[in-house]
């Protein structure tokens, strides 16, 4: 079980947007146009200007029911 940061397509973008170099944080995408991001970036000190923003956002397991499905190829 792991947990994830989930966000919308419009949060995913901002923390794109916010990261230097922009690869260094890239949320995944689920299916309904959610994105996750595992929690591990909230202990590590290079992602520190991002924390703020993550930690205001909602937190799921990944053996929740509720958890997006991943996009069907």
Do not use: N
């Amino acid at each position: 079980m792991s947990v994830f940061i989930i966000m919308t397509t419009t949060q995913a973008d901002e923390v794109r947007g916010l990261t230097t170099p922009p690869a260094a944080l890239d949320p995944v995408e689920r299916q309904g146009g959610v994105f996750i991001l595992g929690v591990a970036v909230l202990a590590d000190p290079a992602h520190a200007i991002h924390h703020a923003l993550l930690l205001s956002l909602p937190q799921l397991d990944s053996a929740d029911s509720a958890f997006p499905p991943e996009i069907q190829a």
